[in-house]
């Protein structure tokens, strides 16, 4: 099948073309025997089914970190190429283009933005620039479709002119960069515009921190809004609705006590099902996952998703970056923390973006200890949350405590360099909602392929560890930790151990304990800490090595150890 | 902090909202390449448009991008600032 790349510099509006380029069904993957990601889609092409791949931003393809030389790497795989470039910064983007054109893949340049080119006061000679590159360029705007139809139209005319376009070294390409943009850009007079007023205001050392915590306050009190919202109004009428009777029929029919209703519906608490405590495969592994956990994941991809699409994220970076110093990191270690509390497999992958071994482990670590997952959060929020905020206030200040110590522990112990942060901040833009749209859609979708089967499987063999009582031999070895420092009773220790499964479901498993205040408190910070979920586990394998795994899994225990017993005596 | 030439100043000693003319990159072959693909090289017209407090990032703007980078970067860029007056010698 004939293959499309779509290849431009970061935050040139590449996903709002490609998802105007492709048809709904869009998949996200990874490049062979990599983490790092791509999106893949179809678009049609006459009668025929073409692949568009979105090869992620890149400035040269001259790679200078992990993830720019898997870029530059998928480039060698397509049979043609789109280069978006953001018609507001031609002349940075025209030296990317310059780049392509001296292979010898077939190019077509889409020049979006198209539309901010107006109130920037740019003009741009359109049909000159397609002479001087003898490539087609078509004027594109990602975010409303405009030139999409032209530019399909168009493909069959790009090519590859690799004879005419070639520099001895960068030097010389960036004259000939420079010589084509005199010959085709003027400038006129411009507005400023009310978001660039913003923009400004962010910049600034006051302004930003006050922003920040704005955005953070308002941030949190969406997820948990639209969170709550989605449960109260739409999970859990529909799971009293329509699964409670069926579930209550099907209980009568096998008869309480049984094993098919121990393990499908579990315990009756108080003569029903309850959807915390019973722990049934199809009672509380459907509930968990589908009625707790998933309209948190909507809700954190969401903000998320706008967060990243209006260009926040680097600017947090920025304000970020000197405390991230302390703790042998920069700002840009950031932004795969916050992706951590969607969930920390992504989060893992994403500290490639980092340049320095050091500053992938302390990273990866970090996350893993303090960085909790929507699914974790969740149940953290709804079971903690029963017995009061400050509770809840409490665990989070426990995690962030022990995620700044440990940073600042680390960055003196762990050999290496950390290089400084440079990072393109872009322009504040409207969030483009198609896009946000199918973002959403994937890493929901995602969650539900990926954890469902996971939640399902480890509730069943909860389930059956609980009735051949393999439980009792794992909490009798666990109990001088847990009882004499922790101060929790032996039956937690289950909990734990299934942690290492999935936390949501151990989380879940905590529920019919009856724990006191300061035990649920002691119990999920502890949890949340001191391992990482089996799927966070392999890629932490896999990014950092066996030796460094060990490593970071040893400071995992420790730390909880630690924080644990410091809870206990304290609280 | 090493005195340049005249109306020569590192970005980091650069007044904010000041504009310059990129004279020179110190350093490797590394951050010259980087800096490059990002537009920051040599014959750039560059305005500083934030810094933060503790040595932290600094912001430019060149042409219609912004990027920052940090402190120990800036000290290695050479900026002949434009509108140079000998007293704003080491301003910072």
């Not at chain 1, 962010?202 to 955005?215: C, D, K, Q, R």
């Not at chain 1, 400050?390 to 762990?414: H, T």
């Not at chain 1, 909602?433 to 996971?454: C, D, M, T, Y």
């Not at chain 2, 991008?65 to 900026?79: D, N």
């Amino acid at each position: 099948m004939m293959r499309i790349l779509l290849v431009g510099n970061p935050n040139v509006g590449k996903s709002a073309l490609f998802s105007r380029l492709t048809g709904t069904h869009i998949i996200a993957s990874n490049y062979p025997g990599t983490t790092v990601g791509f999106t893949k889609g179809h678009l049609k092409l006459g009668a025929e089914r073409v692949e568009l791949i979105d090869i992620p931003g890149s400035y040269t393809i001259e790679p200078s970190s992990k993830a720019e030389e898997v870029a530059v790497e998928m480039l060698k795989d397509g049979n043609l190429i789109i280069n978006v470039v953001d018609a507001t910064n031609l002349e940075r983007n025209l030296n990317l283009t310059l780049q392509l054109l001296e292979r010898q893949t077939p190019v077509i340049v889409a020049l979006n933005m198209w539309d901010d080119t107006r109130h920037r006061g740019i003009n741009i000679d359109v049909a000159k620039l397609e002479e001087l590159l003898e490539v087609p360029v078509v004027p594109t705007v990602g975010v409303t479709g405009q030139g999409i139809r032209e530019l399909i139209r168009r493909l069959p005319e790009a090519k590859a002119t690799k004879t005419t376009h070639t520099y001895s070294d960068g030097d010389e390409r960036w004259t000939r960069v420079g010589n084509i943009v005199s010959q085709v850009q003027s400038l006129s007079h411009r507005h400023h515009t009310w978001y660039e007023n913003l923009e400004d205001a962010s910049n600034h050392p006051a302004g930003g921190v006050v922003i920040a915590l704005l955005v953070l306050f308002a941030t949190f009190w969406f997820i948990r809004l639209v969170g709550e919202g989605i449960i109260s109004y739409i999970t859990e009428p529909l799971f009293e609705w329509l699964w409670t009777p069926l579930l209550v029929r099907l209980s009568l029919a096998l008869g309480p006590g049984s094993f098919w209703h121990s393990v499908l519906i579990g315990n009756l608490i108080e003569g029903k099902i309850d959807y915390f405590q019973s722990f049934g495969l199809i009672s509380t592994g459907f509930y968990i996952p589908l009625a707790a956990v998933l309209p948190y994941i909507v809700s954190f991809y969401l903000a998320l998703g706008i967060l990243e699409d209006i260009g926040y994220l680097p600017r947090l970076a920025v304000l970020m970056d000197t405390i991230m110093h302390r703790m042998g990191l920069h700002g840009y270690a950031i932004i795969p923390t916050v992706l951590g509390f969607g969930c920390n497999v992504p989060a893992v992958m994403a500290t490639r973006i980092l340049e320095s071994r050091k500053q992938r482990f302390i990273a990866a670590t970090l996350i893993s200890i303090g960085v909790p997952c929507a699914a974790l959060n969740a149940m953290i929020i709804g079971l903690v949350g029963q017995q009061g905020g400050q509770y809840v206030a409490m665990v989070y200040g426990s995690l962030f405590l022990s995620w700044v110590i440990i940073g600042l522990i680390l960055n003196r112990v762990v050999k290496g360099f950390n290089p400084e942060l440079l990072v393109e901040i872009p322009p504040y833009r409207l969030p483009p909602w198609r896009v946000i749209g199918e973002k959403l859609w994937l890493r929901v979708s995602g969650f539900i392929k990926e954890a469902l089967p996971i939640v399902l499987g480890t509730v069943l063999m909860v389930n059956i560890l609980y009735i051949f009582g393999l439980f009792n031999a794992i909490a009798n070895i666990a109990a001088p930790v847990l009882t004499g420092l922790w101060g929790l009773p032996r039956e937690t220790i289950v909990a734990l151990v299934i942690g290492f499964l999935r936390k949501d479901v151990a989380m879940g498993m905590l529920a019919p304990l009856a724990l006191t205040a300061k035990e649920l408190v002691i119990s999920s910070t502890v949890l949340a800490m001191f391992f990482p979920c089996v799927a966070t586990f392999v890629i932490l394998a896999r990014e950092l090595g066996a030796r460094d795994v060990l490593k970071a899994i040893g400071i995992m225990i420790a730390a909880a150890v630690i924080m644990g017993s410091l809870q206990n005596l304290v609280l | 902090m090493t005195i340049q030439q005249g109306g020569q100043l590192t970005l980091a000693q650069m007044g904010i909202g000041q504009t310059g003319t990129v004279v020179r990159v110190l350093g490797g072959h590394g951050l010259i390449r980087r800096l490059d693909a990002l537009d920051i090289r040599p014959g750039k017209k560059v305005t500083k448009i934030s810094s933060t407090l503790f040595h932290g990032p600094v912001t430019l703007r060149v042409d219609n991008s912004q990027v920052a980078l940090g402190f120990g970067m800036a000290k290695k860029i050479i900026v002949q600032v434009d509108n140079y007056l000998p007293d704003s010698l080491g301003r910072r």
